[in-house]
Nanobody, 120 residues
Framework: QVQVVESGGGLVQAGGSLRLSCAAS????????MAWYRQAPGKQRDLVAT???????DYADSVKGRFTISRDNTKNTMYLQMISLSPEDTALYYC??????????????WGQGTHVTVSS
C-alpha cells in the first residue's frame, strides 16, 4: 500500500510564508510526477504546481513568482514553499503522487490535505 501525508499547514497573516511537505511511503518502485492541488471552501479543486521526477516544474498563473515546488527523491518528499500569501490562498492543500508499483503499473495516490488559512 502506498500513501502520502501532507504537513506544514497552518494560520498565517497576509504577506507571510509557509512551507508544506508531502511524504510518500509504502511499497513502490519509484515516484513519477508529484503535484500540489488546493480546494477553497465551496470551490473546485485546482492544480497549484507540479514537479517531475527529473525536477521540471510548472505552476498555476495565480501562484507564479510566489510559490516554489521542489522534491527530494532520496526522501520521497515534495515541498511547497509559499511566500507573499494572501487570503485568496486560503484552502485545503492536497498532495498527489504518481507512483510506479512493484509490478510496473502506475498508481495515483492522494493525501488527506493540510489546511492553509491566511488572515487579512
Amino acid at each position: 500500500q502506498v500513501q502520502v501525508v501532507e504537513s506544514g499547514g497552518g494560520l498565517v497573516q497576509a504577506g507571510g510564508s509557509l512551507r508544506l511537505s508531502c511524504a510518500a511511503s509504502g511499497n513502490f518502485r519509484s515516484i513519477n510526477t508529484m503535484a500540489w492541488y488546493r480546494q477553497a471552501p465551496g470551490k473546485q479543486r485546482d492544480l497549484v504546481a507540479t514537479v517531475t521526477s527529473g525536477g521540471s516544474t510548472d505552476y498555476a498563473d495565480s501562484v507564479k513568482g510566489r510559490f516554489t515546488i521542489s522534491r527530494d527523491n532520496t526522501k520521497n518528499t515534495m515541498y511547497l514553499q509559499m511566500i507573499s500569501l494572501s487570503p485568496e490562498d486560503t484552502a485545503l492543500y492536497y498532495c498527489k503522487a504518481i507512483c510506479v508499483s512493484v509490478f510496473g503499473t502506475y498508481i495515483e495516490v492522494w493525501g488527506q490535505g493540510t489546511h492553509v488559512t491566511v488572515s487579512s
